[in-house]
């Protein structure tokens, strides 16, 4: 059974930042994509960014190319996601999902673990 915890979730200001983090359980965290997805309220969860196994290739929304990063080190079974120069329409809760293969996808059926989610709130 894995296990996904993020943390790092809070209020901030626009314009500012936040890093979050996805600890996984599991020995074989590093041959799985990792992806981060997102759900504002009343709205549908959907696709922020998903990164390798290798950490080699990465794929973004579009909402959040250039202003969000994605990385993991595989030594610690974590993945981040540093969200810069954050907006009010960033606010939403956000999870982090494993993958079913080792390269990332957009697709929600992708993935076959999910975190619990961390709440952001961005205000304006």
């Known amino acids: 059974q894995v296990q996904l915890v993020e943390s790092g979730g809070g209020l901030v200001q626009a314009g500012g930042s936040l890093r979050l983090s996805c600890a996984a359980s599991g020995r074989t965290f590093s041959t799985y994509a990792m992806g981060w997805f997102r759900q504002a309220p009343g709205k549908e969860r959907e696709f922020v960014a998903a990164i390798s196994w290798s950490g080699g290739g990465t794929l973004y929304a579009d909402s959040v190319k250039g202003r969000f990063t994605i990385s993991r080190d595989n030594a610690k079974n974590t993945v981040y996601l540093q969200m810069n120069t954050l907006k009010p329409e960033d606010t939403a809760v956000y999870y982090c999902?494993?993958?079913?293969?080792?390269?990332?996808?957009?697709?929600?059926?992708?993935?076959?673990?999910w975190g619990q989610g961390t709440q952001v709130t961005v205000s304006s």
């Open positions: 999902a494993r993958a079913a293969l080792p390269h990332g996808s957009s697709r929600e059926g992708g993935y076959d673990y």
